[in-house]
């Protein structure tokens, strides 16, 4: 039944104008005004829905993740835009100075980051 459906995730925020000023001018993502929301159009055709609520409040997982070839290239590029990354100092996730996380295990080095609503983002060199 679901096999063949083309499902899209969808996440909201507080303010739709701020989402589209981050997402579309500050992180140069291709978004797209829809009379309920804003649409991420990501590459392979991806699609992420964005819509207001007016009773919104962040999650604390990551909601969007990045592929990248090279993660401190990316941080240096997204602090150049002024996103600070976030730093983490936990028992099995410490980041360094940079906000990067390099494990024993998974992605080869990982960064987070916050978008105005702030719903934790990140970008992974695997």
Same mark, same amino acid.
């Given at each position: 039944?679901?096999?063949?459906?083309?499902?899209?995730?969808?996440?909201?925020?507080?303010?739709?104008?701020?989402a589209?000023?981050?997402?579309?001018?500050?992180?140069?993502?291709?978004v797209a005004?829809?009379?309920?929301?804003?649409?991420?159009?990501?590459?392979?055709?991806?699609?992420?829905?964005?819509?207001?609520?007016?009773?919104?409040?962040?999650?604390?997982?990551?909601?969007?993740?990045?592929?990248?070839?090279?993660?401190?290239?990316?941080?240096? @590029?997204? #602090? #150049?835009k002024?996103? #600070?990354? @976030?730093?983490y100092?936990?028992?099995?996730l410490?980041?360094?100075?940079?906000?990067?996380?390099?494990?024993?295990?998974?992605?080869?080095?990982?960064?987070?980051?916050?978008?105005?609503?702030?719903?934790?983002? #990140?970008?992974?060199?695997?």
């Open positions: 039944m679901l096999r063949d459906s083309r499902a899209f995730s969808s996440f909201s925020v507080d303010d739709l104008d701020k589209k000023q981050f997402y579309g001018e500050t992180l140069g993502l291709d005004e829809r009379p309920e929301g804003l649409e991420l159009h990501l590459t392979g055709g991806t699609t992420v829905f964005i819509y207001p609520s007016p009773s919104y409040t962040p999650p604390k997982h990551t909601v969007l993740n990045f592929p990248v070839d090279d993660v401190e290239a990316a941080v240096d @590029e997204l #602090a #150049a002024g996103v #600070a990354m @976030e730093h100092d936990l028992p099995d410490k980041t360094d100075e940079r906000g990067i996380f390099r494990g024993p295990t998974g992605p080869r080095a990982i960064a987070w980051f916050k978008d105005p609503a702030e719903h934790v983002l #990140a970008v992974m060199e695997t």
